[in-house]
């Protein structure tokens, strides 16, 4: 392959400043300000702290230009960046808990303003990808449901049936990210509009629902290991005869298929950008300590294999760092079939090293590594997540397997 460019391009490398300077001196400095907020009064609303700090640093990364970067190729709403230079700074948007919503670059919001951008209506552009694009709402992305195998999307349940000027929704969900957040006022609902005898892909649809429509019951929110990721949280829905206007429905019956995996493939790859940024910063933590503390008349670093933790943490970064660069680069070539093997690739790979090496470095800290005084324990249980979120290992390792498979026979693998 030839000129595969994946260094930080030169009109990048101020922008990449701008952001890590902003990180790390004014946003990351507040995170566990803003965690500690959690617990003060109703979990599921922010406290006026909570709206002054996000806001404050949302209104100065807007006036700074610093906004929108995942919004990539020749788009007017944003910066018109590569998917490679997106890489460079969802990478260091990874290594503090708000930065990615102060740059208005934070899941699943970014994924849903991608499916609003490319399949919606002017219609609905305006009523939500609007407010969207300008930080002033969020959006929940609603496909996983409690009774069938949802890594398998085509086994997707809720029925949606045309009524009149209304389609009327009935099912559940589960997972649904960032719907707990009380700013959240829309979602983007994967439904089954087709019957049996519609080809498997072609039975699907993706369907716009305001938070506020009658028959949504918010059952619950759900756990990640014992912690509700409150205020944004995971939620558990019914739905019980949901009427949505016919509008709604984007692109047309049994096209959901297509949509998910315009949402899917960027979704994704940020995920693993920002995996690599906690790598980064977990291997930093940990030579830190491993430096700073003593045992058996030594830093902890010159103890047992340490060395060799070390070592390997930052191996496997700099090999996750290429790959995820090279997944980038073949997603601004346009092809999504021929970058859909490399995404799965980092998929795998992003969360898989990510999660050891933060796993390492708890391990350094002692107790402390699991408590709440570092910021380690609540990324492991993030990167965990990510093992399942937008697909388990086995799904994207199973897709890596049929692409070399296909290299070697015409016959279906
Ligand atoms: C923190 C978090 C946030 C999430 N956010 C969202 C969200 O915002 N919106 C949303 O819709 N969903 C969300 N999800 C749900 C997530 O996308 C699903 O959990 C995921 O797709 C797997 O579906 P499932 O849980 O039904 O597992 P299943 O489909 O039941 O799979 C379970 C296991 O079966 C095995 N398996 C499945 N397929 C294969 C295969 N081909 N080969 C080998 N083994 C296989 C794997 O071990 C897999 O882990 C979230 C999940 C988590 C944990």
Not at 102 to 114: L, Q, S
Not at 185 to 211: L, N
Not at 346 to 354: C, F, L, T
Not at 360 to 368: I, P, S, T
Request: charged content about 25%; proline content about 5%.
């Amino acid at each position: 392959m030839t000129n595969m460019a994946l260094g930080m391009s030169d009109r990048l490398a101020p922008i990449h400043q701008a952001v890590t300077d902003m990180i790390r001196d004014e946003i990351a400095p507040l995170d566990q300000a803003f965690l500690a907020e959690v617990d003060i009064g109703d979990r599921w609303s922010f406290t006026p702290r909570q709206t002054e700090i996000l806001e404050t640093l949302k209104a100065r990364a807007r006036e700074r230009g610093l906004w929108n970067f995942f919004l990539t190729g020749e788009d007017a709403d944003g910066p018109g960046l590569t998917t490679v230079e997106y890489a460079y700074l969802a990478e260091e948007m990874g290594k503090s808990h708000l930065a990615p919503e102060v740059f208005n670059c934070n899941a699943p919001d970014t994924g849903n303003m991608e499916v609003f951008h490319r399949y919606a209506s002017p219609a609905l552009k305006e009523r939500w990808l609007k407010p969207l694009l300008a930080g002033e709402i969020r959006s929940a992305y609603l496909m996983t449901e409690p009774d069938v195998a949802s890594s398998d999307a085509t086994n997707i349940a809720m029925s949606c049936l045309r009524d009149g000027d209304d389609y009327v929704l009935n099912g559940e969900k589960w997972w649904a990210t960032g719907a707990g957040d009380p700013r959240c006022a829309v979602y983007i609902v994967m439904v089954r509009t087709g019957d049996a005898d519609a080809p498997r892909h072609q039975r699907h649809s993706m369907i716009v629902v305001p938070a506020d429509t009658p028959g949504i019951e918010k059952i619950r929110a759900m756990q990640v290991y014992g912690h509700d990721d409150a205020p944004h949280g995971h939620m558990h829905f019914r739905f019980t005869d949901v009427r949505v206007p016919v509008e709604n429905l984007l692109l047309g019956e049994g096209r959901g298929f297509e949509i998910a995996q315009g949402r899917l493939g960027p979704g994704r790859i940020h995920h693993c950008m920002r995996a690599i940024g906690q790598a980064e910063k977990a291997l930093e933590l940990l030579c830190r300590r491993a430096l700073s503390r003593e045992a058996f008349g030594k830093p902890l670093a010159q103890l047992g294999e340490n060395h060799d933790i070390i070592a390997r943490a930052r191996m496997e970064i700099e090999q996750a760092r290429l790959l995820c660069l090279k997944a980038a680069w073949m997603m601004d070539r346009g092809d999504a079939r021929a970058a859909a093997p490399w995404i799965s690739m980092i998929k795998v790979e992003a969360p898989r090293i990510a999660l050891e090496i933060t796993d390492q470095a708890v391990q350094m800290f002692g107790a402390q590594g699991i408590s709440q005084d570092t910021p380690l324990a609540r990324q492991w249980t993030a990167l965990r997540t990510l093992r399942l979120a937008d697909g388990p290992d086995a799904v994207h390792r199973r897709q890596v397997a049929r692409a070399e498979l296909k290299r070697h026979t015409q016959q279906p693998v």
